[in-house]
């Protein structure tokens, strides 16, 4: 998109697109995502209506469960929790400042770009992924920003920033793996118990130990100054909203049109011709940060694939998947000990390629 732009004699500045929160939205084509998430996600919604209708018929009870001792939580209980949890959320937000209805629109757009990232994590297996544009983005491309109240953008600003800062500590994705590691297992509770037990010790102890560093060594020392300068530029842009309340901008409207369309023509390819090459989370990922690191990673996983099949078939592909499972847990065993080796001195072990 950029190239085709320069090629037409035609340039967008970033301070055309107006005020962003998202980590990285400050052009033509990252902007584009913003379309590509609502369509993507309707298309997900879609492909689950039936399982969306099985859940709430089975919460109302008017349909019988079936297997729960494989279930982590009853899907009664699982449907129930989702709505007052949901409007817990809503209320809570209501009551730090959020307008009411407001609240129910920025619930909504966190749940859909979680949702979103969520696929494209787990599907594609990535695990570093961050969001090219930031759910307040979406929201502001088609309102104008004196709808949600100054109270109301300084709010939802700082929960977005908690949230989405960076996705590869996003609960819902881990959350999915563990469910499908545990498939086969026949005693499933106890696993949700132990999961419940070990994120509340490791919210308090990541906690207090962040304050403990933070406090004992400085957040400079620590190398944190990224935190502390994209925290402060969230306040930058709420005070920059608050004193000139923006408008949606005609070019973050094309340029959210333009994705949609992109996203809606991949998402059809792929659902109705099994021989379409593309699929739609490789455009949700292009212009986010991780592919600078993995990029090549992903070249080399689909170059191996592509002549495993191609060559050997599914026989060699079954004989070699050991081979390569056996390559990352080689990977993660050796990051791992290098982590308990930098205890006790100033190595370390770069994870993702540089």
């Not at 950029?2 to 970033?14: C, D, F, R, T, Y």
């Not at 920003?145 to 109270?151: E, K, V, Y």
Request: aromatic share 18%; glycine share 8%.
């Amino acid at each position: 998109m950029i190239g085709l732009l320069s090629v037409l004699g035609i340039n967008i500045p970033a301070a055309a697109l107006g005020v962003t929160f998202g980590p990285v939205i400050s052009r033509p084509e990252e902007t584009q995502m913003i379309g590509a998430y609502l369509v993507f996600f309707v298309f997900l919604a879609w492909l689950a209506r039936f399982h969306f209708l099985d859940t709430i018929l089975k919460g109302f009870g008017a349909r019988k469960e079936e297997n729960l001792a494989v279930e982590w939580l009853s899907i009664r209980i699982s449907f129930w929790g989702f709505v007052l949890g949901g409007i817990g959320i809503v209320v809570w937000c209501h009551y730090f400042g959020i307008p009411f209805l407001f609240s129910f629109v920025v619930v909504g757009a966190f749940f859909l770009f979680t949702l979103v990232a969520t696929r494209v994590i787990c599907q594609g297996g990535i695990a570093y992924f961050t969001l090219t544009a930031a759910p307040i983005d979406g929201l502001m491309a088609f309102c104008n920003s004196g709808f949600f109240t100054n109270s109301g953008i300084l709010v939802a600003g700082v929960i977005q920033k908690v949230l989405f800062v960076d996705l590869r500590e996003s609960l819902m994705a881990s959350l999915l793996h563990t469910r499908k590691v545990t498939d086969k297992v026949s005693n499933n509770r106890r696993i949700f118990i132990s999961i419940a037990i070990v994120l509340i010790i490791g919210v308090v102890t990541s906690f207090l130990a962040m304050l403990a560093l933070c406090y004992k060594y400085g957040v400079r020392e620590l190398q944190f100054d990224w935190a502390t300068r994209t925290t402060v530029a969230v306040y930058d842009n709420i005070n920059s909203l608050v004193e000139s309340p923006q408008s949606p901008d005609k070019w973050v409207m094309v340029f959210t049109v333009v994705g949609a369309v992109v996203m809606l023509i991949l998402v059809i390819c792929y659902h109705r011709f099994y021989w379409w090459p593309i699929h739609p989370i490789g455009y949700l990922t292009a212009y986010s940060s991780a592919m600078w690191y993995l990029w090549f990673s992903f070249f080399v996983g689909w170059a191996c694939n592509a002549l495993c099949m191609r060559y050997g078939g599914v026989v060699l592909f079954k004989k070699m998947r050991n081979f390569f499972i056996g390559l990352i847990i080689g990977d993660f065993f050796m990051a791992g000990s290098w982590a308990i080796y930098g205890l006790f001195s100033y190595s370390s072990y770069l994870v993702l390629p540089d």
